[in-house]
């Protein structure tokens, strides 16, 4: 796949960086934008609202939240360090090189970065992936097959260069269209082979938090199994 190319557009505070073919608005952005038109619904906490009509085909926006302590502060700003560090602009770009590479994540539409003073804030449209279920929702009912899919997808996934920075049960979707990987803020291009053991130990780690192992057992063996190509 081609590399995307993205063109920056000033918008007051700050910019959008969006796909080069789309024109961007900042009603984009806007939660209550698409519930106006009837085209905006919310996926649950943290999980951003499924666009239904956006122009460029279906999308899902999230805005960037802290988690835990942090967040009861400071729920939404982050320090400002420059425009090419601010985590929308950086879940984009990964995202694309990613999907050039012929990782299974979404393709990324756009980012939205507004700054006052030294913190900013941000958003980010992806492409919506149909009729997807997490991982932590369909374990209990898959087939040994399914989690054959989903260890040679995260293999895909890291041979492209792809590094999350937090890989659990609710950052892998299943899909009639294949498995993908979601939610890459913070994640990263170019690592070891010490990173890719990281990130199945915590895949791992969040399927007994959810308490689908040991029941998923046989699962999780098939897909380590389908991961080293066994």
Known sequence: MTLMRFERTPVPGGFILADAELAPEPGWFDPDFWRARGEGIPLGRGR????????????????????????????????????????????????????????????PVAARVLRAGMFYRGDLITERVEDARTLADAARELPVSRWQDIGRALRRFHEAGGHHADLNARNV??????????????????????????????????????????????????????????
């Open 48 to 107: 951003g609202v499924a666009v239904s009509a956006g122009p460029g085909g279906r999308w899902v926006l999230r805005h960037y939240r802290r988690g835990g302590l942090p967040g009861r502060w400071i729920a939404d700003r982050y320090v400002w360090l420059g425009a090419g560090r601010t985590r929308p602009v950086r879940e984009l770009r990964v995202l694309a090189e990613l999907a050039a590479a012929g990782a299974p994540v979404p393709r």
């Open 173 to 230: 979707l299943l899909a009639p269209s294949g498995v993908f990987v979601i939610d890459l803020d913070r994640g990263r291009r170019h690592h070891g082979r010490a990173a890719r053991r990281r990130n199945l130990a915590r895949l791992e780690r969040s399927l007994r938090k959810l308490r689908l192992l040991p029941a998923a057992d046989a699962g999780w063996q098939a897909l380590l199994a389908a991961y080293t190509g066994r």
